[in-house]
C-alpha cells in the first residue's frame, strides 16, 4: 500500500491548496500565454513536482513525452548537454516540449551555465519547469529568466480534510480518527505527501491507533497533553533547569525526536500568547519570546545532528534568561 502515489493528484483540481499557481497556470493556458521557463519554490512535499508534471501534461496532451531530470543525482554538465540535446531530438507533441528540472538548486555551476545558455538562446516550442526547496541557491541570471511560482505551506484544516477523506476511502474505522488526523496535520508542516506517508504509518498499526500514545510514539511526536504541562512548568518562576533536562531526555526515551519536542513547544507556545493576549501581558511576551527564541533554535537543528544538546541548551538560555528577570 503506497498512499501517497494512489491518491496522487492526476489534475490542478485534485492538488490540495496552491490556489494561486494553479489560477496562475490554467489562465495562461486558457489564453494562450505559457512562459519559456518557470521556477516552482516551496516546501518539499507541497505539490511542485506534482503541478510540474500535470501542467507538462497540460501542454503536451501526454505525460510520457514530458522529460524529466532530478538534479539531485543528474546534476553534472555532461548530463546537461545530454539532456538538452535529447530534447532537440525529441518530437514536439502538442506544439510543445516540456522539460522539468527537479531540486534545481543542486545543479554544479558548469551545469547551471548550460542551462542558461539554453534559456537565453530559447530552444523553439520548449518549455522549462525548474522545481526547487531553496530558492535562493539557484544562480541568479537563471531565476531572472524564469516566471517563479511559490508554493506556499498547505493549510492544516484543508490537510485534515483530504486525511478524513482518504481514510473513509481505504474504509478504515476508528473512534479515534480526529485526533489521528488532528496530530498528523499539525506535524506534517504543510506537506500533504508528509501528512500522507505519516498516517500509513499510523494505519500500520490497526487496532492499537485508538490508542493515542501508541500514534504519537510511532511517528515520534511527544502528546499535546506532556507537551503542555512540559511548557508550563518552562514559563513558571520556581524553573528548574535539571527538571526541565530529565523531560526531555524522557521525551527522547519514548521515541520523541528533538525536532519534534521544539516544533511541538513552538506551537504550544504560540497558542499560550494568544490566550493570554487580554489576560496577562507578562505571560504573553515570555511565550512569544519563547516561541522566538525556539524558532531560532528549530533553524539551526536543520544544521547539525547534535539536535539534543542544541534544544538542552536552548533551555539553559531560557534558564539565565529568567533568572536575570526574577
Not at 125 to 152: A, G
Not at 182 to 204: F, P, Y
Not at 253 to 279: C, D, H, M
Request: hydrophobic content about 40%.
Amino acid at each position: 500500500m503506497n498512499l501517497a502515489n494512489k491518491y496522487k493528484p492526476l489534475t490542478f483540481n485534485a492538488v490540495i491548496g496552491q490556489s494561486i499557481p494553479k489560477t496562475i497556470l490554467t489562465h495562461q493556458i486558457n489564453t494562450h500565454t505559457v512562459g519559456k521557463a518557470y521556477l516552482f519554490c516551496g516546501g518539499s512535499g507541497t505539490g511542485k513536482s506534482t503541478m510540474a508534471r500535470i501542467f507538462g501534461s497540460m501542454l503536451t496532451g501526454d505525460l510520457s513525452t514530458v522529460l524529466e531530470l532530478d538534479t539531485a543525482t543528474h546534476n553534472s554538465v555532461d548530463e546537461m548537454r545530454e539532456l538538452i540535446e535529447s530534447a532537440r531530438r525529441s518530437p514536439i507533441v502538442g506544439n510543445k516540449r516540456v522539460i522539468i528540472l527537479d531540486e534545481c538548486h543542486l545543479l554544479s555551476n558548469s551545469a547551471g551555465n548550460v542551462l542558461l545558455k539554453t534559456l537565453e538562446d530559447e530552444l523553439p516550442d520548449t518549455i522549462f519547469i525548474l522545481c526547487t526547496t531553496n530558492p535562493e541557491k539557484v544562480l541568479p541570471t537563471i531565476r531572472n529568466r524564469t516566471q517563479i511560482m511559490r508554493f506556499v505551506p498547505v493549510d492544516t484544516e484543508a490537510i485534515k480534510s483530504h486525511l478524513i477523506n482518504i481514510i473513509t476511502s481505504e474504509g478504515y474505522v476508528t473512534l479515534n480518527m480526529h485526533t489521528i488526523v488532528d496530530i498528523i496535520s499539525e506535524h506534517a508542516n504543510g506537506s500533504v505527501r508528509n501528512a500522507i506517508t505519516m498516517l500509513e504509518q499510523v494505519l500500520g498499526l490497526g487496532d492499537s491507533m485508538d490508542n493515542t500514545d501508541n500514534v504519537c510514539n510511532l511517528l515520534g511526536i511527544p502528546n499535546n497533553e506532556s507537551i503542555s504541562k512540559f511548557a508550563i512548568k518552562t514559563t513558571c518562576t520556581d524553573f528548574n533547569i535539571n527538571d526541565i533536562v530529565r523531560d526531555i531526555d524522557n521525551f527522547i526515551k519514548i521515541g520523541s525526536t528533538p525536532s519534534s519536542i521544539a516544533e511541538s513547544l513552538f506551537k504550544q507556545y504560540v497558542r499560550e500568547a494568544i490566550f493570554n493576549a487580554n489576560k496577562d501581558e507578562y505571560k504573553r511576551k515570555l511565550s512569544m519570546t519563547l516561541a522566538s527564541k525556539l524558532r531560532q533554535c528549530l533553524f539551526e537543528m536543520k544544521q547539525t545532528s547534535a539536535q539534543r544538546d542544541l534544544l538542552v541548551s536552548y533551555f539553559l538560555e531560557v534558564y539565565e534568561m529568567k533568572r536575570g528577570m526574577i
